[in-house]
């Protein structure tokens, strides 16, 4: 497979037109970029790929942007792309990728199909009792849920029990008003007042006595409410057309029209209101209730209603009975829904007793985990049916290891370090590429710094990972990491040379993605056998330093060792001593301390007319590369060249002596100099940048070699042609 990258003025990336081949049958490629030179651009501009959004240049908006990304000569499908960057995902997510990877989606199908046998029918129920209310679904909902005193969470659960129950009840009162008059909170309140409910309680009385007095009428066997309730009946059946009748106790003629009953109706209930002990005793109630158009509705319902009224000296209850009677009202519809409800309940009991049992990747995604990174913690998951499912309630927890103890708790980033933090998002991308391998697709996965942060154990565990994923060929993996060890890790264990590559950047600002190269120790397994088999004049210049660390370390009085101070001389510059000294005497020492036998050095040159010579010529030079043996010729220059001038300038102020330059480091020259010469501001501002940069290039940092790879041969470069402007203009002002 080609990656081909054609990009201009993408989040900072001035120009790059590179193709990464995946080559051997290998799906896994990677680049090593030092901070700044296109590692997070480039993947902000896959990202943006992926996203279907328009890329830009944060550094010049106005810029014309060139985004062709390809592989194999089509372009890239955007849903192939996947950038995965530890830093930047969220904690919100994880949960939501470990369940899309953890879950079966067979048993999900079976669990939905179960389910939507009685949901559809559970929704339409509820709709239906939502317009009786007159209130919106979700809070028709809830009053359902509360409808007793230990709240349901499951509403079908809570049908069973309220077709139950509500058969039993022989008696339901009229739905005379809506749920959200009766029982505002007003009317409640109302209802809970103390004076409020003695008045409604004595009215309640009044009115059972005055019922007593009705030739018509029985208290709470045939009362006003059952009459109206029947003619209702009768009304709807259409009773009266057939040409029957009825009689009432207390009226003579058999009644055989509904105007004549309603009629008896009206006049019995406007002989019991007027009453005046009636009259008197509703005045209060009604004085309570007349707040507004609302409230004086209850209470005309309140005088017309003795159920109602009764009912307002217990307004909870009140309030089940109206309920009650609105379920009821639907019971046919409801008794079918909780026989498909307790049918689906067998087949979901099933399918969740095999998801209990189901033996899915989970298992092997977090043994993973828990094996190969070294984290204060280790995770596990609650509900595991539900993630199966598919369902919410799924929770990721993490096990804090404290002694032998294990104290489960949430990740609490407060109390994690930072790399702790990111083995926490590290583990979302698992997920994440455990969700697309349940896919028929092919991807691309991105891998941003994926290992910044982590230390070596846990670093060796990416590793793992990422070897794992390479030997799947639905993915191609393009691993992208600033880290030196990292890239040597991944690209001699995993991609090899031909899949690894350096980016670098080029002294017009563009990027260039070269072969890869020092993925095996480069001293031992690249300097020392170009020493042998005939190494270039830089190979044995860069040998110089190499050779003293290794004097450094192996000999217990380095200090007074003869090889270390030839060294050391070499590497500084010295007014009697150092120019003479020749490159064939130099190969022959280094020669005993590396404990080989290298090929004879065809230059009659001393050292330092070679470093000088050599740096010369490759500050000319436009090519950027990482040949590291260049970039410790063009430093050991800048710094013998460096310590000349300063020492001239402080031995013309007599400041200096010429043997004080035998213990003398480039730090220390360059304090003395800032502090005595005042002028040449910048000579200070170049020698500074040299000084601060050259022992990192020469000392090779402890035989890693990690700062030679970062910096850049151009940044040298620039450098020396910088000191040599430096040169020209400050001898006469200093003088």
């Known amino acids: ?156 659960k809570q049908f069973t029990r309220l077709e139950r129950n509500i058969r039993k009840k022989k008696k339901f009162i009229n739905i005379k008003s809506d749920y959200n008059t009766l029982f505002s909170t007003t009317a409640i309140n109302t209802a809970k007042d103390r004076v409020f409910n003695t008045n409604i309680k004595y009215y309640s009385r009044l009115y059972k006595k005055m019922i007593k007095k009705s030739l ?215 997920f994440k590429i455990e969700t697309l391998r349940k896919t028929n697709n092919n991807y691309l996965l991105v891998f941003d710094d994926i290992a910044d942060s ?50 670098t950047k080029q002294e017009d600002s563009s990027v260039k993605i070269l072969q890869g190269n020092y993925l095996k120790n480069f001293f031992l397994d690249g300097l020392m056998k170009t020493l042998k088999n005939g190494s270039s004049d830089d190979d044995k210049i860069a040998a110089i330093p190499f050779a003293r660390g290794l004097v450094e370390m192996s000999s217990e009085d380095y200090q007074n060792d003869k090889n270390y101070l030839l060294f050391t001389r070499l590497m500084h510059y010295r007014p009697n001593g150092s120019a003479h000294i020749k490159m064939k005497t130099v190969l022959e020492k280094i020669e005993s301390v590396l404990n080989i036998k290298a090929k004879p050095s065809e230059s009659d040159d001393s050292v330092y007319h070679l470093i000088m010579k050599r740096a010369s010529i490759l500050s000319t030079q436009h090519v950027v590369n990482q040949n590291l043996s260049e970039k410790i010729v063009l430093a050991l220059a800048l710094r013998i060249r460096a310590e000349k001038y300063i020492y001239e300038r402080l031995l013309n102020k007599k400041i200096i002596k010429p043997e004080d330059m035998n213990h003398k480091e480039c730090g220390e020259l360059f304090g003395c100099f800032k502090e005595k010469i005042k002028r040449c501001v910048r000579a200070k501002s170049t020698l500074e940048s040299i000084v601060l940069i050259t022992p990192e290039e020469m000392h090779l940092n402890a035989f890693m070699y990690e700062p030679l790879i970062d910096f850049s041969i151009h940044r040298l470069r620039t450098l020396f042609i910088q000191f040599n402007e430096c040169q020209k203009d400050l001898f006469d002002v200093i003088f």
């Open 1 to 156: 497979m080609e990656l081909e990258l054609d990009l201009k003025n993408c989040h900072g990336i001035k120009s790059l037109s590179s193709n990464i081949l995946f080559n051997d049958n290998n799906n896994t490629a990677v680049i090593h970029s030092s901070n700044g030179i296109m590692k997070t651009s480039l993947c902000k501009t896959l990202n943006d790929i992926h996203l279907g959004q328009e890329t830009h240049d944060e550094l010049n908006m106005t810029a014309e942007v060139k985004r062709l990304v390809s592989i194999d000569g089509k372009p890239i499908d955007p849903t192939s792309i996947y950038v995965m960057n530890a830093n930047s995902n969220k904690n919100e997510d994880l949960n939501e990728n470990v369940s899309s990877a953890l879950m079966d989606e067979t048993l999900r199908q079976k669990y939905l199909k179960a389910q939507s046998s009685y949901n559809e029918a559970t929704n339409n129920i509820i709709k239906a009792l939502s317009k009786d209310l007159h209130i919106n679904e979700d809070k028709t909902k809830e009053i359902l849920l509360n409808y007793y005193t230990n709240r349901e969470s499951d509403i079908n």
């Open 454 to 503: 982590f230390d070596y154990t846990n670093k060796h565990a990416i590793v793992e990972y990422i070897n794992d994923l390479s030997k799947e060929k639905k993915f191609s993996l393009l691993i992208l990491t600033h880290n030196f060890d990292f890239y040597r890790s991944v690209g001699s264990r995993i991609c090899g040379y031909k899949n690894s590559y350096f980016a």
């Open 216 to 430: 018509i009428f029985t208290d709470k066997v045939f009362d006003l409410n059952n009459l109206q309730n029947i003619a209702q009946s009768l009304e709807e059946n259409n009773f009266f057309d057939g040409k029957n009748s009825i009689n009432l106790n207390g009226i003579k003629e058999p009644i055989q029209d509904l105007e004549t009953l309603k009629k008896i109706i009206q006049r019995e209930v406007a002989s019991i209101n007027k009453k005046p002990e009636m009259q008197k005793a509703f005045t209060s109630i009604e004085k309570a209730f007349n707040t507004n158009k609302t409230t004086k509705r209850i209470a005309a319902l309140l005088k017309t209603d003795i159920d109602y009224c009764r009912g307002f000296s217990n307004i909870e209850q009140l309030r089940k009975n109206y309920l009650a009677a609105v379920i009821y009202s639907h019971i046919d519809e409801l008794h079918f829904i909780n026989e498909q409800y307790t049918k689906s309940l067998k087949e979901i009991k099933a399918i969740i007793i095999e998801a209990k049992k189901e033996k899915t990747q989970w298992e092997d995604i977090i043994k993973t985990f828990n094996r190969r990174f070294d984290m204060p913690y280790e995770l596990r998951i609650i509900n595991k049916k539900n993630a199966i499912l598919g369902m919410n309630g799924m929770t990721l927890f993490f096990d804090n290891k404290i002694g032998s103890q294990l104290e489960p708790s949430l990740l609490d980033e407060k109390i994690f370090s930072n790399g702790e933090k990111l083995a926490y998002h590290l583990l979302d991308i698992i």
